[in-house]
């Protein structure tokens, strides 16, 4: 294991296998990780921290010749993660199995108020977007700015920093989540 502060590299799959998420949780997180694999999603910064038997670690998505430590003999306990496409923060994810109300969590990064030429939304995603609206309650002090601001053409008042939250998404709520990163990946990448 590498010292508490120093960078702590393996994939993000295996730190999901390695929570102790279960069944749909675990299955759709890792989905979900497999959409952003597939499509390219996940480069180079995609970065967090980890807590594996109690102690933090900065953690790494492996890139180029990285050296990768063995996670899969130890329980990670949460994790906090940060997924960059090219260069661009686009979502992070909290991983909190011993939480019994949010397993893991996924907050897009960036405003989602228009329709972008080219890039098809379906409605269905747009209704699930706006259910998943962030509605500041004094969460944390990055959210004084809590304004109000327009999802797919709703406006929702005192809207936090992210503008939406996905709690424990189920399979429905995973392919709203994947349209946002597939339209944000085409926008970065245009
Ligand atoms: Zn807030």
Not at 53 to 65: K, L
Not at 110 to 127: L, S, W
Not at 151 to 171: L, N, Q
């Amino acid at each position: 294991m590498p010292k508490v502060n120093e960078k702590f590299v393996c994939k993000l799959e295996d730190i999901i296998k390695n929570t102790t998420l279960r069944d749909d949780s675990l299955q759709n997180a890792l989905n979900f990780v497999a959409f952003l694999r597939k499509h390219n999603i996940i480069g180079k910064g995609t970065h967090g921290q980890v807590k594996i038997d109690n102690v933090e670690y900065q953690w790494s998505d492996p890139v180029d010749n990285d050296v990768i430590n063995p996670v899969d003999k130890y329980t990670v306990m949460g994790a906090w993660v940060e997924i960059f496409c090219k260069t661009t923060s686009i979502c992070f994810l909290s991983l909190d199995p011993n939480k019994d109300t949010a397993p893991w969590t996924f907050w897009p990064v960036g405003e989602y108020d228009v329709d972008y030429d080219n890039i098809p939304i379906c409605e269905q995603t747009k209704i699930i977007a706006q259910q998943n609206a962030k509605i500041c309650t004094l969460c944390d002090d990055k959210c004084t700015a809590a304004k109000p601001k327009a999802i797919f053409g709703e406006t929702f008042d005192k809207v936090c920093i992210f503008h939406m939250e996905f709690i424990d998404p189920i399979a429905e709520t995973l392919e709203c989540i994947q349209s946002l990163m597939l339209m944000k990946n085409e926008l970065i990448c245009r």
